[in-house]
Structures are given as structure tokens and as C-alpha cells.
């Protein structure tokens, strides 16, 4: 078996909530490519989900999973969540729990190769691998729908991943001795969406190609519950620094007060109520991270009262209530930076 030959690829999913309700918010869907929903292109992302695809063993492989018991196993990026389809197209039911403030990656329709290190030099270049990805082009079905709400123009999300790696480990979904295949590309068409409410929701996604000969289906009954990390706090003439956290919580995620300084750098900070609340002259520099609240009403990235001052300096805001201009709110002299 030749896994260069592989086409592990084309992936869809049909997600089906438990119960729908009426009172949750829209969903909100990144905008397509050439942007860079929570500060990764799509074409990282592309590289990214299947390095999880194909990285994860066997018995523990979300993909192979035909019940959600593994959603949650080997989550690569704090604060989105990858969901997935089928290796051979077959029809799966999946129940799965995410925790909120979670966003959701999802193939649609993808096509990936990955070249051995035995494979003959010609067949190892960029051009070639990427020549084996390209029928995803070719007029697919396309179809991705969250609570109800579709996606706008799915082929405008088309995204050709940077060149990457996989680290095959034992056990491997090909059956395959551990062994690194590079280079990997893969192409294709992701629909990314910004966290849910709290509860449960119904995503529908189906897809085809001809040309690549791929047809699948896959429901989840997907429930949003749960938090991650601890909220923060500081207060006073403290001052605090946050690296490489995780806080996804179902109130605030940071609260700072007195003259407290907060430095915020490579993290994620969601609260479903506000991602960072700043009082009196408390003041937050936040670097290379992505803040959010929400979804719905009430829920804001940062809210500021009093003189409390935030700086956004290469982050993102998260929360649906930025489509409205709502994301970053501001009384009695609070401010904001960007």
C-alpha cells in the first residue's frame, strides 16, 4: 500500500442537534478565505485538521469513531474545536459535547496526499503533490447548515493548505509502519463557525464530487456545555500576566478592577457573559490572542466602565455581537485600543 497514493480525503458532515431552540443566536460563520479566522489562515487550518486526522491512532481516531465517544480526543488548538467526517464515506450518527466558547472547524469537502520519504524524488515536489488534490475543483456539491442557517456560497471557501508534515505513529488509521510522510498538502473547502450558546444545536453538512469520487454523510447530535480553565481575577495595584492560557467560561473570563495591569499574551479568553470586564482604572494589553463573549445578547469581548483601558494589539475579537458593532462596549470613560 502506498500511502502517497492515499485519497483518504474527501470529508463531509451532517450534524443534527438533540433539540432546537428557538431562542438561541444565529450562528455566526468566519467570512471565506483569504481571511484568517482566530488568527490562522484557512489554508493552516486545512494542514492542521489533518495533521489530527491522520496523527491520531486507530482506536482512539475521531475520524474512525462511528459514535462521538472520541470527538474530543487529541484537540489540537485551545478554543476551536475540530469536527469530522468519514475516511471511506460511509453514513455515521455522532453524539458530541463541546465546552462553550468553542468554535467549530469543519471539512466539507477536502482531498489531502502525503508523499513517503521512499517515494521517487519526482514525486516528492510541491507541483506534484498538489497536482493530486485538484478535483476538488471540479464542480462539487457543497452544503453546510448551522441551526437552520446555511452557509453563504460554500465554494467561495475554497483553501490550498500550506506544505506540511505528519508524524504517522503506531497503530496509524493506514495500518501503516510509524514513519513521517512529507511533503502533505491537502485541498478543499472548511466551514469554521464562531461559538454556540450554551445547549444543544443541529449542523447539517453534505457534499459530493464526481471528479474525486467522493460522496459522505455524517450527523452529530452536538451539545455545547462545559467549561475550560479557571477565570482570572486581579485587583488593586497588581499586576498580572497570562501566557498560553485557556479560560472558556459561562460568565466572565477575566475581571480586572483597582489599578490592576494585566499583559495577555498567546491565549484564549471567552465568557459567555464577557470575554475581559475592566472597572475602575484597571488596564489590559492583550497580545496575539483572541478574546469573545457571547453569543447572543449581553455576551461582549470586553467591556470597560470607569477609566478601565484594554489595548488589542494583533488579536481577535470573537463574539457575534461584533457584527452588530457590540463586541467592545465602553461607559464613563472606558477605552479601547486597537
Not at 263 to 277: E, K, M, W
Not at 288 to 294: A, D, E, F, H
Amino acid at each position: 500500500m502506498r500511502i502517497s497514493r492515499l485519497a483518504t480525503a474527501s470529508l463531509t458532515l451532517i450534524l443534527v442537534s438533540l433539540t432546537a431552540m428557538a431562542t438561541q443566536a444565529a450562528p455566526t460563520f468566519a467570512p471565506p478565505p483569504p481571511t484568517a479566522p482566530h488568527l490562522k489562515t484557512y489554508s493552516n487550518w486545512g494542514a492542521l485538521w489533518w495533521q489530527w486526522a491522520i496523527g491520531t491512532p486507530a482506536p482512539q481516531n475521531p475520524v474512525l469513531d462511528t459514535t462521538g465517544a472520541n470527538c474530543a480526543v487529541g484537540q489540537p488548538v485551545p478554543g476551536t474545536f475540530f469536527l469530522a467526517g468519514t475516511f471511506d464515506g460511509s453514513t455515521v450518527s455522532r453524539t458530541c459535547t463541546a465546552p462553550v466558547g468553542s468554535a467549530f472547524l469543519i471539512p466539507i469537502l477536502t482531498k489531502s496526499f502525503f508523499a513517503q520519504q521512499t517515494d521517487p524524488p519526482e514525486q516528492r515536489t510541491e507541483a506534484f503533490v498538489r497536482s493530486q488534490v485538484t478535483c476538488v475543483e471540479s464542480a462539487p456539491v457543497l452544503s453546510l447548515t448551522v441551526d437552520g442557517v446555511a452557509i453563504p456560497n460554500p465554494r467561495a471557501l475554497l483553501e490550498k493548505s500550506i506544505l506540511f508534515s505528519v508524524n504517522l505513529p503506531d497503530n496509524n488509521v493506514f495500518g501503516a509502519p510509524a514513519q513521517l510522510l512529507s511533503p502533505a498538502v491537502d485541498e478543499g473547502y472548511y466551514g469554521f463557525v464562531e461559538p454556540l450558546s450554551a445547549g444543544s444545536h443541529s449542523i447539517h453538512l453534505s457534499s459530493s464530487s464526481a471528479a474525486c469520487g467522493a460522496t459522505q454523510n455524517a450527523t452529530y447530535n452536538l451539545i455545547v456545555q462545559g467549561t475550560v480553565g479557571t477565570p482570572r481575577s486581579c485587583s488593586g495595584s497588581q499586576s498580572l500576566t497570562l501566557n498560553n492560557v485557556d479560560i472558556q467560561s459561562t460568565g466572565v473570563a477575566l475581571t480586572v478592577s483597582g489599578n490592576c495591569t494585566v499583559t495577555i499574551n498567546n491565549s484564549v479568553l471567552f465568557g459567555s457573559t464577557a470575554g475581559i470586564v475592566i472597572h475602575d482604572q484597571g488596564h489590559v494589553i492583550v497580545n496575539t490572542s483572541i478574546v469573545g463573549g457571547g453569543p447572543g445578547p449581553g455576551g461582549f469581548a470586553v467591556s470597560a466602565d470607569g477609566h478601565g483601558h484594554a489595548e488589542l494589539r494583533n488579536s481577535a475579537v470573537i463574539s457575534p455581537n461584533s457584527a452588530l458593532g457590540l463586541a467592545i462596549i465602553s461607559d464613563s470613560g472606558g477605552n479601547t485600543g486597537f
